[in-house]
């Protein structure tokens, strides 16, 4: 079956240094890969999406690169900020639905 | 800016009390879905539906069921609550011709006692 994997334990960052989080899947060759940050007691937001034949997408502080031969997606944050500490989320498409992974959730210290 | 409400943020029933949670989303989309989501466990997808009265199972439907009478509305309905359903459910929508990115209501924290 298909499956997506994210890093479960939190992720510790010093302020000030790039967080990279990684997404990792199997069974599976997603068209694109979707990214979302989620805040305590709040839906997910979406953030970037990136598409197979994209190596890499970037967004203000935030860049996402896809690799197709190690099934891997990365995220990174750039300059990290207190205020990026949420849990992320990455998801891939099949058919109508989403199937996502349980998340990583980043803590940034001031 | 897409919209997507849920009729409310808190919720506290009696186990075998029927429950419904509506979802409205603003922006015309096709495509909507309801989740539950619990610690260590992610998002689960208990149904979706693409169209108005169209409706899909999705990996964990046991316990629900659901409507869509109009396209804007989709509606989750636990016919007998139970322990086991408290959770938070969180309802989502997309456009049927982008990239299924998906736009989340604030969610409803259920509690059943």
């Known amino acids: 079956s298909q499956k997506i994997e994210q890093n479960s334990e939190a992720l510790n960052i010093q302020e000030g240094k790039t967080a990279t989080l990684t997404c990792n899947y199997t069974n599976y060759s997603p068209a694109y890969l979707q990214w979302y940050r989620q805040d305590p007691g709040r839906g997910p937001v979406f953030l970037l999406l990136i598409r197979e034949n994209e190596k890499e997408k970037r967004k203000e502080r935030l860049k996402v690169t896809f690799d197709t031969t190690l099934k891997q997606s990365l995220f990174h944050i750039t300059a990290s900020q207190p205020a990026d500490s949420a849990t992320y989320l990455c998801a891939h498409d099949s058919n109508y639905q989403l199937i996502w992974g349980a998340g990583t959730k980043l803590i940034i210290k001031p | 800016d897409v919209k997507v409400t849920q009729s409310s943020r808190y919720l506290v029933k009696r186990t075998g009390e029927k429950v419904f949670l509506e979802c409205v989303q603003d922006?015309?989309?096709?495509?909507m879905f309801w989740y539950r989501q619990d610690p260590g466990l992610g998002l689960r997808l208990i149904y979706f539906?693409?169209?108005?009265?169209?409706?899909e199972k999705g990996d964990i439907p046991e316990g629900y069921s659901v409507s869509r009478e109009k396209k804007e509305r989709f509606s989750l309905i636990l016919e007998s609550a139970s322990t086991n359903q408290t959770s938070m459910y969180l309802c989502?929508?997309?456009?049927?011709?982008?990239?299924?990115?998906?736009?989340f209501g604030p969610g409803t924290r259920l509690t059943v006692t």
């Open positions: 989502a929508s997309s456009f049927a011709g982008g990239n299924n990115e998906q736009y």
């Open positions: 922006m015309d989309h096709e495509n």
């Open positions: 539906s693409y169209d108005v009265k169209m409706k």
